[in-house]
């Protein structure tokens, strides 16, 4: 399975980005979607994560001002960031588990993360 995610870019503080994420594979059957974040010379830390189910967890830092949702069926993912703000900077890493077809086997896929988009909050 592939991750591929867009949607970031450069934006002034207090402006709005939407990052997408879509999984790619065989017979996908996907459990947890989300988000984490690297900021230079910082661990990687939780954005927020949606459950196959809706339930949705986000770090402290982005409560209120971010929206993490998905399309189960699309085995997509979306975070839509509001009030951003210039700690907002970072990479953003997409992330899922779940079962699909691996070399003709349907197995556990473990952690699967997506290469990352570069979001800069700037004025």
């Known amino acids: 399975v592939q991750l591929q995610a867009s949607g970031g870019g450069l934006v002034q503080p207090g402006g709005s980005l939407r990052l997408s994420c879509v999984a790619s594979?065989?017979?996908?059957?996907?459990?947890?979607m989300g988000w984490y974040r690297q900021a230079p010379g910082k661990l990687r830390e939780l954005v927020a994560m949606?459950?196959?189910?809706?339930?949705?967890k986000y770090g402290d830092s982005v409560k209120g001002r971010f929206t993490i949702s998905r399309h189960n069926a699309q085995n997509a993912v979306w975070l839509q960031m509001s009030s951003l703000k210039p700690d907002d900077t970072g990479v953003y890493y997409c992330?899922?588990?779940?079962?699909?077809?691996?070399?003709?086997?349907?197995?556990?896929?473990?952690?699967?993360w997506g290469k990352g988009t570069q979001v800069t909050v700037s004025s």
């Open positions: 594979g065989s017979d996908l059957s996907l459990q947890g």
């Open positions: 992330t899922t588990g779940g079962h699909g077809m691996v070399n003709g086997q349907y197995k556990d896929l473990g952690e699967v």
């Open positions: 949606i459950s196959r189910g809706g339930a949705t």
